[in-house]
């Protein structure tokens, strides 16, 4: 019989779930939304429904499940399996994994910040396979960060290594929810690129942002932008060029701080493709300290795209669970 490791995707919009075979490809991937204001409790409901609906789609049973993995968005304790803390879900010290250990007793599990799995997802299965070091820079509801160093996943003394959302690219800059002001975050996740798009598109009301919306801003999502900018919209290449500047502020401190083989973007807004890649390394060639250097970190989109959170998710639980 057929045995899966499953990886489990936590985000601040949708928990993807995917069932990896002993190939590291996913056999079956499908996500629900995550629960708004939700307690740990309707997060654990939603990822046992989706593991039922799966299993089921998969006819599998619980005794096919060899690891369970999990990525949140936030700081992990792998000492005593809490989240210490995770800002998008209003997490402090919660026991998710101990409360999905009782759902499914007897299977090994483990917990890591979501991008620390998305970038050991990369790294293992993905883009990053052939590359010594490698940063991982996810633009999604927040901005999370991997850091692999010298083939290691790098997590610091208290797990926490890696919140490269929250550096601050503007002192006195935009308020960010994990209580700082001016962070990365704050000016080039998705959420900020939505916001940042509802800003001008108030300021423009000939621009054919709002035709693509249907004249509503609540339908303002970042495919809508990257719509407008193929269309040549004014206001759509505005917005897009300032906000690459935002994105290259960071990865270039990045850059600067670490000097890796390779910077790899993931997220939904990665999809964007050359709209953004082309603008962001001609920032970075021009800005980064070792320009003169004959050996520059190459900057890519993420190969596994959105399941690169979902299968590093699972490869943790599976490399590192004794």
Request: aromatic share 8%.
């Amino acid at each position: 019989m057929k045995k899966y490791t499953i990886g489990v995707d936590i985000g601040g919009t949708n928990i993807a779930i995917g069932f990896i075979n002993e190939d590291n490809q996913l056999a079956l991937k499908d996500s629900v939304e995550t629960p708004k204001r939700g307690t740990a409790k309707n997060i654990i409901d939603s990822i046992v429904f989706l593991i039922q609906k799966m299993a089921k789609e998969l006819n599998v049973l619980k005794e096919n499940f060899d690891y369970i993995g999990i990525g949140v968005p936030g700081t992990v304790n792998k000492e005593s399996g809490k989240i210490e803390f995770a800002n998008n879900l209003s997490f402090h010290d919660e026991d998710l994994m101990g409360m999905l250990k009782k759902h499914y007793p007897g299977i090994p599990m483990a917990m890591n910040n979501d991008a620390n799995a998305a970038a050991y997802g990369e790294f293992v299965a993905g883009v990053g396979k052939e590359v010594d070091s490698m940063i991982m820079v996810t633009l999604g509801t927040g901005i999370g960060g991997g850091i692999i160093i010298d083939r290691k996943l790098y997590e610091g003394s208290n797990f926490a290594a890696g919140e490269l959302g929250h550096f601050v690219i503007n002192c006195e800059g935009i308020p960010c929810n994990c209580g700082r002001r001016g962070c990365f975050e704050a000016y080039a996740s998705a959420t900020a690129l939505i916001e940042q798009t509802k800003t001008a598109m108030k300021n423009e009301k000939e621009s054919l942002l709002w035709e693509m919306c249907d004249y509503n801003l609540e339908k303002v999502e970042g495919k809508t932008l990257f719509d407008c900018v193929r269309l040549f919209d004014k206001t759509a290449e505005k917005v897009l060029n300032q906000y690459i500047y935002y994105l290259s502020v960071g990865i270039i401190d990045i850059i600067n701080i670490f000097q890796p083989d390779m910077v790899c973007i993931g997220g939904g807004i990665s999809k964007a493709g050359d709209l953004i890649l082309d603008g962001l390394k001609e920032r970075v060639q021009k800005e980064d300290y070792a320009r003169t250097s004959k050996k520059q970190a190459k900057i890519v989109f993420a190969q596994l795209e959105n399941d690169a959170g979902i299968i590093g998710a699972g490869l943790l639980a599976k490399h590192f669970t004794n």
